[in-house]
Nanobody
């Protein structure tokens, strides 16, 4: 079992930055690929970024965030991060992290564990 807790959301003006954190329980964090997803009001869940297990050598980004967002992981702290720069109003959503054993994927249905989400609101 893996429990995930996100933090770092909030209200920010367009062009600003936020860093989201996702802290995981358990002693096998490095064995899990991690992903960030978001869901805006009235919309479906959308892939944002994903990082492979262990060294995180494989990373994927949605086209909408490429060049603005950076995903990273610190296995010693059992934490994955999402650095969000140049934020836009359309980035407003609830952001959730997810964990999948071994294999990284961009597909939400393939993740086994989810956090409760953290709200990000970007004002224009």
């Amino acid at each position: 079992q893996v429990q995930l807790v996100e933090s770092g959301g909030g209200l920010v003006q367009a062009g600003g930055s936020l860093r989201l954190s996702c802290a995981a329980s358990g002693r096998t964090f490095s064995s899990y690929a991690m992903g960030w997803f978001r869901q805006a009001p009235g919309k479906g869940r959308e892939f944002v970024a994903a990082i492979s297990r262990s060294s995180g050598s494989t990373i994927y980004y949605a086209d909408s965030v490429k060049g603005r967002f950076t995903i990273s992981r610190d296995n010693a702290k059992n934490t994955v991060y999402l650095q969000m720069n140049s934020l836009k109003p359309e980035d407003t959503a609830v952001y959730s992290c997810a964990a999948r054993y071994l294999v990284v994927t961009t597909t939400d249905l393939q993740y086994n564990y989810w956090g409760q989400g953290t709200q990000v609101t970007v004002s224009s």
